[in-house]
């Protein structure tokens, strides 16, 4: 039990962030890589979230899984939760722990010890660490052991989780929590210019970008649904919707001004902790609840004008998904949107957490049908070179470069 990663509410104890001496950053780079043509890999993915939890990280591994079977590679994931097998690869399920404040999440809490275990009877050529926390950390430490290569995904934003919840002394400790689990691994990708900022100023090195991929064919304009439609504005107002996580992170006491304006139609696709608030909070909103495949693609490619209010996303996938749907986009000027969501063309980037600012941007949209029309086209236009295909293949690409690195200059501890 020594081995374990302190829980969150009691991750103040955590060393402090300047008792570490660790390297200076390199500069991180856009990487160009050539078509996979290499050796079969062995991959250990190691993830904090699994299905049946549908969120951005549960998502990406769903997609990478998928990538690697399809290329021929071999690969396990070691997750808190899933099925037993997932894309014909098997599934060890890591010990966990409810979070007290976020029921419907479960926290990956497992020894260095059995992850070491696993390692050894599985081999991996490389170990990926899928938004590494808690169990992350130990996975990181485990491979660094063994002297296996690891290539680590910056996705969850810790220390804005950590501020949002008001955890005492929570900000800092996930500071440090972040800076000792990336400086460990061979290899940091951060989905967006946002990201690796906030890494650089951590001193986190070698880092690079990896941004996420989307669904072309399930996030299409052509499945707008009238229907639905007719179903959540029965007297044509303009479609307003959000598709993510219920939770207080995600800011979306914002959209009460929108859910006042008689003007539109507020939507909400998803489920977490603030469901029974919000339905307080936005009275006249419609709550759809979690939603998969055609009839997500469906629910996206209806909306008018598609919202977000969080300002510590990583990446912001599902802005990515509304703008492949042919949606404009309405999303706070912090973190991946600034990326994701092409200002002025594909959509508007308002201040964050003013809701004035961005009610003004939907109304801009909402009184002009032309310019939303046209919007509609450039945002399908502005992700068309974004396929899941081309995102895997760039960090197959990082995978070896990490494992020839270590076969370069002989294995070192890294622990």
């Known amino acids: 039990m020594a081995e374990m990663t302190p829980l969150v509410p009691i991750a103040p104890s955590l060393p402090h962030l300047t008792q570490h001496r660790d390297p200076q950053p390199r500069p991180h780079s856009r990487r160009r890589f050539v078509p996979d043509t290499g050796e079969q890999l062995r991959v250990l993915v190691v993830a904090e979230s699994f299905l049946p939890q549908i969120n951005g990280v549960t998502n990406s591994v769903r997609r990478v899984l998928e990538h690697l079977a399809a290329e021929g590679h071999r690969a396990e994931l070691v997750a808190p939760t899933g099925p037993d097998t997932y894309a014909g690869f098997r599934v060890r399920h890591a010990r966990g722990a409810t979070l007290p404040f ?23 050529d490389v170990v990926h660490i899928a938004s590494p926390a808690t169990l992350g950390y130990q996975a990181a430490k485990a491979a660094g052991e063994l002297g296996i290569p690891t290539v680590a995904i910056y996705q969850t934003d810790l220390v804005g989780f950590a501020e949002r919840y008001e955890l005492p002394g929570g900000a ?27 890494l650089a100023e951590m001193e986190v090195p070698d880092t690079a970008l990896w941004p996420r991929g989307v669904d072309l064919e399930q996030f299409h304009p052509s499945r707008r649904d009238d229907d639905l439609r007719a179903r959540v504005a029965p007297d044509g107002r303009l479609v307003v919707g959000y598709v993510g996580r219920l939770a207080p992170e995600k800011e979306l006491e914002l959209l009460r001004v929108l859910d006042q304006d008689p003007r539109y139609a507020v939507v909400l696709v998803g489920g977490g902790p603030e469901e029974q608030r919000l339905r307080t909070v936005l009275p006249h909103a419609t709550f759809l609840g979690l939603l998969h495949g055609d009839d997500l693609g469906a629910a996206y490619a209806s909306l008018d004008v598609f919202v977000h209010t969080g300002r510590h996303e990583t990446y912001c996938q599902s802005a990515q998904e509304a703008l492949a749907s042919g949606v404009p986009v309405v999303a706070p000027r912090s973190g991946g949107p600034i990326d994701v969501v092409d200002d002025t063309v594909a959509g508007y980037l308002y201040t964050p957490g003013d809701a004035t600012d961005l009610a003004s941007y939907v109304d801009l949209l909402a009184g002009d049908a032309a310019a939303r029309r046209a919007m509609a086209v450039a945002a399908r236009r502005s992700v068309e070179g974004r396929s899941w295909a081309s995102v895997n293949d760039a960090l197959v690409g990082h995978y070896r470069e990490v494992v020839a690195a270590r076969r370069g200059q002989g294995l070192r501890s890294v622990g």
């Open 102 to 124: 976020y029921k419907d999440f479960k926290i990956g809490l497992e020894t260095r010890r059995r992850l070491r275990q696993t390692m050894l009877r599985f081999r991996p």
């Open 172 to 198: 800092r400790a996930m500071a440090s929590l972040t800076k000792r689990i990336h400086v460990k691994v061979d290899r940091t990708l951060a989905p967006s210019s946002a990201s690796l900022t906030q």
